[in-house]
């Protein structure tokens, strides 16, 4: 086993391919990235013995971008036998004898055309699993160091790949999707985006500590109301900035200010500090980061959640720009700060990014750089 599979989005396949490319190399890793357009996967073969399970361990999948998860896998099981697709699956465990093995997930990509299998995964997933602890494996516990989830990554009926991820760096969803349900009293779907960025980028144990009833946020481009939705949820007290009209039910709250303004020329009010900024608008990427760099220079927010809107050409390469400017602009400005940034489920044709300012005048110290 000597590839990589990374499951994404549909129709970001050759985001994937550039970024794993771009990050194994920073690691002295090389090889090559085999994909199909909209697929939802894409196949890194390393060319040295060894390197697929090294990345595996050491390129954290909360720094890759546009990557839901990430496996060591075998070449491609073709035909498997409808009466017997068990055997070859256990025969390519048995040339790596996964002792520290805790579980195993029987997977499809995100698309319709693999999801059509998902049936099928859950029923084999019982007799297989029932298997591979006749072979005493699975009986590791998620918490051993170096333990590993076995992965059955099913493309099309009988082709499959055989592989494994490191439990402590694997994304603990099915299929690397975190699936959310849409509150009712929500003033549109958007509101899921940052929900989901919330719970990916905040750990759960700080979470109530970062976002509390005593904190102020703004939301530029706030309306109908999504993303202030999330931060009312939490207690806080939001300007919600925005031309259009904001829900009613939030406006009922008590906990919102509109403000009909440009979300480009609004300013917090003076002696107030605010602690979020959020910012969901349709702008060009470039343009939306020099916007949030401006905030943190100023000093008119600590942390910020906001979405860049990506073109369908040259998606990563743009990716790279916006996070090179907002690296080099904060770290020139004496901050040192966190910087992470994802394609999340509920994203589409965009990325969402996190900034946390953590001190001013400590220049050079910067964490999950991504330039």
């Not at 390197?51 to 073709?78: G, H, P």
Request: glycine residues 6%.
């Amino acid at each position: 086993m000597n590839k990589l599979a990374l499951l994404c989005r549909s129709g970001f396949e050759k985001e994937v391919a550039g970024e794993i490319s771009d990050k194994a190399a920073d690691l002295g890793v090389f090889g090559f990235a085999n994909l199909k357009e909209n697929s939802g996967f894409v196949i890194f073969e390393c060319y040295q013995k060894g390197d697929a399970d090294r990345l595996a361990k050491e390129l954290k999948l909360e720094l890759l971008i546009f990557v839901r998860q990430i496996m060591v896998v075998s070449d491609l099981l073709q035909d498997l036998p409808e009466k017997d697709r068990i055997t070859p699956i256990i025969d390519v465990y048995k040339q790596i004898e996964p002792k520290l093995s805790s579980d195993i997930v029987v997977e499809t990509p995100d698309t319709n055309e693999a999801k059509e299998l998902l049936t099928f995964c859950r029923k084999f997933t019982v007799p297989l699993r029932s298997q591979l602890k006749k072979q005493e494996w699975l009986k590791a516990r998620e918490t051993v160091k170096n333990s590993i989830t076995l992965h059955i990554l099913f493309i099309a009926s009988g082709k499959c790949y055989v592989g494994y991820a490191y439990n402590s760096n694997q994304s603990p969803f099915f299929m690397g999707i975190q699936r959310l349900k849409f509150p009712a009293d929500a003033p549109s779907r958007s509101t899921l985006k940052l929900e989901e960025a919330i719970l990916t980028f905040i750990p759960e144990n700080e979470e109530k500590k970062r976002l509390s009833d005593q904190m102020i946020g703004v939301d530029l481009g706030a309306c109908p109301g999504g993303w202030t939705y999330q931060l009312v949820k939490r207690g806080l007290f939001v300007y919600a900035v925005d031309h259009g009209k904001m829900a009613a039910s939030l406006h009922d709250t008590g906990r919102i200010e509109h403000c009909s303004e440009d979300g480009f020329k609004f300013q917090p009010p003076k002696r107030t500090k605010i602690d979020w900024l959020v910012c969901d608008m349709v702008e060009q990427p470039i343009r939306i980061s020099k916007l949030i760099a401006k905030w943190l220079i100023n000093g008119w927010c600590r942390e910020t959640i906001f979405n860049l809107k990506l073109p369908m050409k040259k998606r990563y390469q743009e990716v790279k720009l916006c996070l090179a400017y907002l690296e080099e602009e904060l770290t020139k400005h004496g901050f040192w700060f966190k910087i992470q940034a994802k394609h999340l489920y509920h994203d589409r044709e965009e990325i969402t990014v996190h900034i946390a300012v953590i001190s001013k005048n400590v220049v050079g110290k910067n964490e999950n750089r991504h330039s």
